[in-house]
């Protein structure tokens, strides 16, 4: 009984072996085989060296150039690596969708005569496969196309058409100017003769010319974006003509990006306007372009906009003590080692725990809404001799940041700060966020 028993397990145990093994491994590996014999060519998109594409009286010679593209024929140029990198994977990994098998077939009937794109690829072992693709079928989703010397239609997806059947311009890298942002140490533009210089410090930006202060982090970094992304919108048939029926000889815009420890140079210069786009070049590339009006204006600073509005930046977790006078009031709150705030003034609330964002957020939302440079900030007309509010902080390296409020302006109030001698024009609300009511500071 037990010999039979033990018959009856081996039995089960081959028995599962063989459903795992051939059932649901072999089956996994008839799917890998099923889907490589769908596959048009038998090689992947890392393995391809140059691509050629015809289309109508048109040819285009592209050369793998390391991880990107160049164009080679009809101009030797930079290519645009997602045009020509989407190219290359439709075509490693275009599949049949079925074939169509007649006796005498009438190309033209399925668009192959002639064949509306010839693609053709050459691999880095120094093979070469080819394809034509003729018009889409009736659902717009599928191609017919052949392969050279075989007497069959084949049915792809379009998408292999959709990528290939592209003019020079698709082709073409459209940068307006090539850079890495994280290189950049410092900019400059020139807008009709007057110049804004800006230089990196970190995440922020200080405004050297033509006046020194803070820049606007936000608004510098937008300018620097919108150059970074910016694209050509059409590339000019005669670059080799006169710069100057391009405006280019003396350029309405020029911006200078400083790049590297070396201050490596990238130059842009923006002309004239032509209908709604304006002529542009790459000073270290022979093409003019047309750019958006978009960018013209973005690059055509206005000097309000690039200034940081904040009268003061620091980190929260910096600053360790703060101290507030409003009127005939004294407020102090210290940071303790056990990173809790606490009341030092008043002394009838002297260590009592308190909110911390209560304290701070009438500083970090100073904000100007006007600054005046040059102004004579002792002049008593600005009130800073004798102040409506006064505010100290201090950070964990004991350096002092001031900020003295002095008379109002109808809705707002002069303000300066110990860092710039810029004036600022603060809405007067600070005064009332300022006027701490104990109570409502204390922790529950």
């Given at each position: 009984?037990?010999?039979?028993?033990?018959i009856v397990a081996a039995l089960f145990l081959a028995l599962g072996a063989?459903?795992?093994?051939?059932?649901?491994?072999?089956?996994?590996?008839?799917?890998?085989?099923?889907?490589?014999?769908?596959?048009?060519?038998?090689?992947?998109?890392?393995?391809?060296?140059?691509?050629?594409i015809k289309t109508g009286n048109e040819e285009f010679a592209l050369q793998k150039d390391k991880d990107a593209w160049k164009l080679t024929k009809p101009i030797e140029t930079k290519a645009d690596k997602s045009a020509v990198d989407s190219i290359a994977i439709d075509l490693a990994s275009a599949k049949i969708d079925r074939n169509i098998d007649e006796q005498s077939i009438d190309w033209?009937?399925?668009?192959?005569?002639?064949?509306?794109?010839?693609?053709?690829?050459?691999?880095?072992?120094?093979?070469?496969?080819?394809?034509?693709?003729?018009?889409?079928?009736?659902?717009?989703?599928?191609?017919?196309?052949?392969?050279?010397?075989?007497?069959?239609?084949?049915?792809?997806?379009?998408?292999l058409l959709t990528s290939a059947n592209k003019k020079l311009f698709?082709?073409?890298?459209?940068?307006?100017?090539?850079?890495?942002?994280?290189?950049?140490?410092?900019?400059?533009?020139?807008?009709?003769?007057?110049?804004?210089?800006?230089?990196?410090?970190?995440?922020?930006?200080?405004?050297?010319?033509?006046?020194?202060?803070?820049g606007d982090r936000s608004e510098i970094g937008s300018i620097v974006s919108d150059l970074e992304f910016a694209k050509v919108e059409e590339f000019v048939r005669s670059p080799e003509a006169s710069?100057?029926?391009?405006?280019?000889?003396?350029?309405?815009?020029?911006?200078?990006?400083?790049?590297g420890d070396n201050r490596a140079r990238k130059t842009l210069l923006v002309g004239k306007k032509v209908d709604s786009f304006y002529y542009a070049k790459d000073e270290s590339r022979t093409p003019v372009f047309k750019i958006k009006e978009d960018l013209y204006k973005k690059l055509s600073l206005d000097p309000q906009k690039v200034r940081d509005k904040k009268l003061i930046r620091f980190e929260r977790g910096d600053i360790s003590q703060i101290d507030v006078k409003f009127q005939d009031?004294?407020?102090?709150?210290?940071?303790?080692?056990?990173?809790?705030w606490k009341i030092i003034k008043p002394e009838g609330h002297k260590d009592k725990p308190i909110i911390e964002y209560k304290i701070f957020w009438p500083v970090e939302?100073?904000?100007?809404?006007?600054?005046?440079?040059?102004?004579?900030?002792?002049?008593?007309?600005?009130?800073?001799?004798?102040p409506s509010a006064e505010i100290k902080l201090v950070d964990k390296n004991k350096k002092i940041t001031e900020v003295v409020l002095g008379k109002l302006d109808k809705d707002k109030v002069y303000?300066?700060?110990?860092?710039?001698?810029?004036?600022?024009?603060?809405?007067k609300k600070v005064l009332d966020d300022l006027n701490f009511k104990i109570d409502e500071l204390l922790e529950k």
């Open positions: 009984m037990w010999r039979n028993l033990g063989f459903v795992y093994f051939y059932e649901i491994r072999g089956e996994k590996k008839r799917e890998e085989a099923s889907e490589k014999e769908k596959k048009v060519f038998q090689f992947e998109q890392k393995d391809i060296a140059s691509l050629t033209k009937k399925y668009g192959l005569d002639p064949p509306t794109v010839k693609l053709s690829a050459k691999l880095n072992d120094g093979k070469s496969y080819g394809i034509e693709l003729g018009e889409k079928d009736f659902t717009d989703f599928s191609v017919f196309a052949r392969i050279p010397g075989q007497n069959k239609v084949l049915v792809l997806p379009s998408s698709d082709l073409r890298d459209k940068t307006v100017i090539e850079f890495q942002r994280d290189q950049i140490k410092e900019m400059t533009i020139e807008v009709k003769g007057k110049e804004y210089s800006f230089e990196k410090n970190g995440e922020d930006w200080m405004i050297k010319k033509p006046f020194q202060s803070r710069l100057r029926m391009y405006g280019l000889q003396k350029p309405e815009i020029r911006v200078n990006l400083l790049l009031k004294a407020f102090s709150f210290s940071k303790g080692s056990d990173e809790k939302d100073l904000e100007a809404k006007e600054l005046i440079d040059n102004a004579n900030l002792r002049d008593p007309h600005y009130g800073f001799n004798q303000a300066k700060t110990n860092n710039e001698r810029t004036l600022y024009k603060v809405d």
